[in-house]
């Protein structure tokens, strides 16, 4: 599936940037205020140049000790981020977000515009349903297709129970 295509993607509400220019009190109330975990680096053309996670906040404010009043969003944003494209699919972003340990990626147009932001929650929360709807499908599929697979199905959780039971004993 497409992230266009995504529920959670159509009703988002627009997008929130700030500039790199903006202070790091004004990311912080601005992220308190909507209940959000990072906040996109905007140009003023809207192209993504960096995003202030929770994260940087903490390590690079608290942990640096500088002034939240003075500092740039600019001088402790992540500056290389990862965009995604309305056509792009779920999985594969859901998938390079799991292995590279991010959690919030800013959709863009062809412009390199941002279009708006998805959390990792975003993708999760609607994945599970369909996994568990394909699972579904296919073993509707494979049960219609007559008595043969029956005999692989019942033997195949008869082997995942026998397993597990054995790995549970040993720990």
Same mark, same amino acid.
């Given at each position: 599936?497409?992230?266009?295509?995504?529920?959670?993607?159509?009703?988002?509400?627009?997008?929130?940037?700030?500039?790199?220019?903006?202070?790091?009190? &004004?990311?912080?109330?601005?992220? &308190?205020?909507?209940?959000?975990?990072?906040?996109?680096?905007?140009?003023?053309?809207?192209?993504?140049?960096?995003?202030? &996670?929770?994260?940087?906040?903490?390590? /690079?404010?608290?942990?640096?000790?500088?002034?939240?009043?003075?500092?740039?969003?600019?001088?402790?944003? &992540?500056?290389?981020?990862?965009?995604?494209?309305?056509?792009?699919?779920?999985?594969?972003?859901?998938?390079?977000?799991?292995?590279? /340990?991010?959690?919030?990626?800013?959709?863009?147009?062809?412009?390199?515009?941002?279009?708006?932001?998805?959390?990792?929650?975003?993708?999760?929360?609607?994945?599970?349903?369909?996994?568990?709807?394909?699972? /579904?499908?296919?073993?509707?599929?494979?049960? /219609?297709?007559?008595?043969?697979?029956?005999?692989?199905?019942?033997?195949?959780?008869?082997?995942?129970?026998?397993?597990?039971?054995?790995?549970?004993?040993?720990?």
């Amino acid at each position: 599936m497409k992230i266009k295509d995504r529920t959670e993607f159509k009703n988002k509400p627009p997008a929130f940037a700030l500039r790199g220019s903006d202070v790091v009190s &004004t990311a912080i109330k601005t992220m &308190t205020e909507r209940n959000i975990g990072s906040v996109v680096i905007v140009d003023d053309d809207m192209k993504v140049r960096g995003i202030v &996670t929770e994260r940087d906040l903490v390590r /690079r404010v608290l942990g640096d000790n500088l002034d939240q009043k003075t500092t740039s969003l600019a001088s402790i944003m &992540t500056s290389n981020v990862k965009t995604a494209h309305p056509d792009d699919h779920v999985l594969d972003w859901l998938r390079l977000m799991s292995n590279e /340990r991010f959690r919030h990626l800013p959709v863009v147009d062809d412009d390199g515009r941002m279009i708006n932001i998805l959390s990792q929650g975003d993708f999760v929360s609607y994945t599970w349903p369909e996994l568990l709807a394909s699972f /579904r499908e296919k073993t509707s599929e494979t049960l /219609r297709g007559g008595a043969a697979p029956l005999p692989i199905l019942f033997g195949g959780v008869l082997l995942y129970t026998v397993l597990l039971v054995a790995v549970l004993k040993f720990l």
